[in-house]
């Protein structure tokens, strides 16, 4: 099996992280994944904010349900869209979905664990006025990274029958997964 594929299907969402840091280079490899990813035009409707400083991680930390996996972790990259950039509002999303899948992926690569964090987007303003953030731009997720605790991590699919159609869509498609 190729590596891409390992790194796909291996991938689980990881949210308790060691103490150790994340590197700079680390950093800067899951940046430039992130911004090959895909988007509509090219338009690269991304910016990304690196967030390491303890007193940031705190306020974020009191945006979120989630605030243990916050202040546990080691980096943070909050991901916007720059609506400057937007020619599509729905598939510069989806570009930026893109982008987030890129730097999941390059954490596992790099044996650092990652999760993409949703609930937060409750808060968009207050994590906007944490990051000072202008209001052209919106709050797409954040995502936490460290080196993982190692323990097993499972999770589920439905399986690809229930999910695809053969040529129409009265037909399942019948595969073996
Ligand atoms: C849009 C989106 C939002 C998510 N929000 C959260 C979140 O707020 N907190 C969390 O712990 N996990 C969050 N996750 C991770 C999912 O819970 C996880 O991907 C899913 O349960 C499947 O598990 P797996 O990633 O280990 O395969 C989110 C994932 C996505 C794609």
């Known amino acids: 099996m190729s590596t891409t594929i390992e790194t796909i299907l291996n991938r689980r969402s990881v949210r ?23 988007s509509g035009l090219n338009n690269q409707p991304w910016k990304f904010i690196v967030i390491q400083d ?11 349900h989630y605030s243990s996996i916050v202040l546990g972790s080691k980096v943070l990259i ?13 598939k510069d ?4 979905g893109a982008s987030i899948q890129n730097i999941l992926l390059t954490c596992v ?24 953030v202008p209001e052209s731009y919106e709050f797409m997720a954040l995502i936490a990274i460290g080196k993982p605790v190692e323990k097993e991590r499972t999770s589920s699919r439905k399986s690809i029958a229930e999910l695809t159609f053969e040529n129409k869509f009265s037909k399942k498609w019948i595969g073996s997964n």
């Open 16 to 38: 308790e992280y060691t103490d150790e840091p994340v590197s700079e280079k680390d950093i800067n490899t899951i940046l430039d994944c992130a911004r090959w990813a895909p």
């Open 54 to 64: 303890e007193n940031t991680i705190n306020n974020l930390a009191q945006c979120t």
């Open 78 to 90: 909050a991901v916007y869209l720059d609506n400057a950039e937007m020619y599509h509002h729905d």
């Open 93 to 96: 999303v989806m570009a930026i």
């Open 109 to 132: 690569e790099l044996g650092l664990g990652s999760v993409w964090l949703g609930e937060i987007l409750k808060q968009a303003e207050k994590v906007n006025s944490v990051l000072e």
